[in-house]
């Protein structure tokens, strides 16, 4: 190398590079978490067209920090290494010293976005919190395909594509900067609301099939538990008159062994007599006369009847969250009977609906419309009723302190979650992408970034460019549609009344997150199916099974 050469070659961005050991192992482990980011990707997508609860959004953001925590940790992983071969550490402090670094990171990284995600609901409006539980409702109706946007018709297979998905994950981002949006909806709330609760009913169908099952498992309750129970009670009370005589006679048995009859015992043992007595479960009264038989079998009646009533009561409870029932009733009885019925209506998320559930049923071919007529549409009913009021209160309801305040915040969270782990997501798999592309570049050529500077800098600028070109593939018909372009313009303002760049640019890559994924969604469901085995990532897409809890 000449003198004239060695400044030009430390100031290129690309040049020769080795094709070090550490190179190979940061290609596998940026593979291997390419594949897992992919398959989390196309899985956040699934949550979003599958209208989440609480529990899934929490499940599938809890996933989403840690993979982001991995992933920048996997950018560090190059400096560590490099050091270790430098200094020639063994396998074993190299290991832990990645290991150390990747949980620092990665808890950072994890409480970060937990703080993002906390921030942004802790400093939200009354209103954003007051149209986030409207836009639950509404979005949960675009699922559904009950409700449908004037300029904007999405048939349920538009939705179900990876276009459709993806529009439902950023539709919060760009509906929340629609002010007006909340009289615009006004006519339609109870078409949603009724919308939503088909939804987390799991239909019409599903709610039928369900509500089979635990029909079928309390009539198992009522044959197998309650009736041999309640059969155990009569049996018991039967066999009162024996076992009064049976005390009668062994009571006069340790009498005479005291050599002393009922009639003659001298007044000075008539408390230890009752003592006695007491002791053996026969609960005379203090003033009982040791010669009054008829008091002596009242007790002796009382002891059994209570025995009875307590362990009828025990065996019946553990089949009814607890409640009991009285005994003899038969199966109209038993299932008319309140806690039954609440039980009933518990096991099938009727929470709102008090009505009593029929047990008896029209023939197979017509029992379906029987259910939808008498069960399901009063249960759809009784639920917006319930809600309706909670989605037309007033906006200051939604404030701190509100009474709808808890309900506004889990909505926007519902709302901010996916959209936020949506592009964490594509832009950590761009980025290991970009990264993994270097790593085989440098293994094949022998040629890298000169600079890890520079490399860090140009990597994510990569990523960036990369996504930014889709914006301007038009893969989705969604995004051609005039109430998205009205959307887009609302939403370029981030809540402001005039765009502006964070908006604008917020904007632009919705745009492309969503022409992104058209051809990116198929690639990584089947790397979730074939290569991970299916994973759900702790969501699973199915409807309810109809599975009753009736007997837990």
């Known amino acids: 190398m000449t003198k004239t050469d060695a400044p030009s070659r430390r100031f290129a961005l690309f040049g020769p590079q080795p094709r070090a050991p550490w190179v190979w192992i940061m290609a596998l482990v940026t593979g291997v978490y390419l594949l897992v980011e992919c398959g989390f990707n196309s899985r956040l997508l699934d949550v979003v067209g599958g209208m989440p609860d609480h ?17 920048l940790a996997l950018m560090f992983w190059p400096w560590v290494l ?10 074993l402090l190299t290991a832990l010293a990645l290991l150390v670094l990747t949980i620092v990171v990665a808890t950072v990284v994890y409480r970060g976005e937990q703080k993002l995600v906390d921030g942004i609901v802790e400093r939200s409006s009354a209103e954003q919190r007051f149209l986030a539980t409207n836009l639950v409702a509404l979005q949960g109706a675009l699922v559904s395909n009950k409700v449908l946007l004037d300029e904007l018709p999405l048939t349920p297979e538009q939705l179900r594509a990876p276009d459709g998905k993806s529009f439902l994950a950023v539709f919060p981002l760009l509906a929340l900067s629609t002010h007006e949006l909340d009289q615009v909806l006004q006519a ?31 009539i198992e309750t009522y044959n197998d538990h309650y009736v041999s129970a309640s059969n155990a009670y009569q049996d018991s009370l039967g066999g009162i008159g024996a076992r009064q005589d049976k005390a009668w006679t062994d009571y006069l048995a340790r009498l005479r062994k005291r050599g002393v009859d009922p009639d003659n015992v001298p007044p000075a043992y008539w408390s230890d007599i009752r003592k006695d007595v007491r ?12 010669g009054d038989r008829a008091g002596f079998e009242r007790a002796v009646g009382l002891s059994v009847r209570s025995e009875s009533d307590k362990r009828f009561r025990e065996g019946v409870a553990k089949h009814l969250d607890g409640n009991s029932l009285p005994p003899g009733l038969g199966m109209g009885a038993f299932f008319s009977h309140p806690v039954v019925q609440a039980k009933w209506r518990k096991s099938l998320h009727y ?3 008090s009505f009593t559930l029929p047990v008896e049923l029209p023939p197979q071919a017509q029992a379906p419309h029987f259910f939808n007529r008498t069960v399901y549409q009063r249960v ?8 309706l009021p909670q989605y037309t209160a007033p906006v200051a309801t939604f404030a701190d302190g509100g009474k709808n305040s ?45 600079s890890g ?28 549609q005039p109430l998205y372009d009205y959307f887009e313009q609302r939403g370029a303002g981030l809540g402001a009344t005039e765009p502006n760049w964070q908006g604008r640019t917020a904007m632009y890559f919705t745009r492309a997150v969503i022409h992104a994924q058209v051809p990116a969604y198929p690639l990584f469901e089947a790397i979730r199916l074939n290569l991970l085995g299916g994973y759900e990532f702790g969501y699973e897409s199915h409807q309810k099974t109809g599975k009753s809890d009736a007997n837990k």
């Open 351 to 353: 929470k709102n609906s």
């Open 55 to 71: 529990e899934a959004v929490e499940a599938i953001e809890e996933i989403g920090r840690s993979l982001s925590g991995i992933a």
């Open 453 to 480: 500077f520079v490399k860090g800098v140009c990597v994510p600028a990569l990523a960036l460019l990369l996504l930014a070109v889709f914006h301007f593939i038009p893969t989705s018909a969604i995004t051609r």
């Open 82 to 91: 490099k050091r270790a071969a430098h200094k020639r550490w063994n396998y």
């Open 380 to 387: 759809l009913d009784d639920d917006v009723r319930a809600t």
């Open 279 to 290: 002791k053996r479960g026969v609960n005379v009264a203090k003033d009982w006369d040791p």
């Open 188 to 218: 339609q709330k109870p078409l949603i609301l009724r919308a939503m609760a088909d939804q987390l009913h799991g239909g019409e169908s599903a709610s039928y099939n369900h509500f089979l099952t635990s029909r079928e498992a309390l």
């Open 406 to 450: 808890d309900l506004g915040r889990e909505s926007l969270r519902a709302l901010a979650v996916p959209p936020i782990a949506l592009g964490f997501s594509i832009v950590g798999a761009l980025i290991h992408l970009v990264k993994l592309t270097l790593f085989v570049i440098q293994l094949i050529a022998a040629w890298g970034f000169m």
